[in-house]
């Protein structure tokens, strides 16, 4: 499965990140070339798909940015702070693995050889830093585990996991959902435009690196791609801007 993350997709392709004058039109390019090249037979995205404000623009720009890997294999996405779901479903439309029962949000799962891959909505409002569940997709998520066997779960959203006020603010929470339930393997989230791999107890979270821009030149910029099995993730690292040091670095995490 091919990873990626804040891609921040404009309605102007000229325009840039003032911080650093990156593009994300060119790094999505160069994402999308390696991702179509790859061997991946699936690709997720964790949220902030579009630059701002979720505008119709960034999506229909994001779409045909995205082309090489929609013609190659099914795409799959986490809603961010900055994406609109109305606006990402007037192009898309609504895919086949939402979760019908849970109103106004984008909650998907995904099953694929014996795996099953989780996507949260953290959305709030759009350009809005702040991350929630709320009470009735934890709900959901709660109902879902404690029904479902032993096949392992894969959690996926766009915030991340802290206390900070621009994160997901009822992280504790839905920490004390998924760390007693043993087929939860790992965490994927965006958001920070960082990469780092960390552990809650014994359970694996992994902090993706942004396609679109970083805020810090020690930060990758790109994307990650992960062999998944029932037993572990071999993760390796695309860098394709930023600290390209570290293109190529793997990490084989075994499963709790």
Sequence with gaps: MALLSDTHVPTDLEWRQAQNQQSPVEHLKEVVHQVAESDCEATLVCGDLARLNGDLGDYKNWQTLMSPIFAKMPVHVA???????????????????KI???????????????????????????????GLLGK???????HYLDGED??????????????SDTDLLDTDRLVK????????KAVFYGHSHCY???????????????????????????????GFTAKGVDLILHAIDGNKALDGQRHALIWR
């Design 79 to 97: 809603m961010g702070n900055h994406d609109l779901l109305k606006n990402y479903y007037q192009v898309f439309g609504e895919p086949k693995e």
């Design 196 to 226: 780092s791999h960390t552990k809650i107890e014994d359970l694996d979270v992994v902090n993706l690196p942004a396609t679109g821009y970083s805020f810090a030149k020690e930060q990758p910029i790109g994307w990650m791609e992960g």
């Design 136 to 142: 009735v997709q934890r709900q959901w998520l709660e």
């Design 100 to 130: 019908a029962a849970i109103k106004n949000k984008h909650v998907l799962v995904i099953k694929k050889a014996g795996l099953r891959f989780v996507v949260l909505d953290t959305h709030v409002e759009s350009n809005n830093s702040l």
């Design 150 to 163: 032993a096949r392992p779960v894969f959690v996926f959203l766009h915030h991340a996991l802290s206390d």
């Design 177 to 184: 959902i998924i760390l007693p339930k043993r087929q939860v």
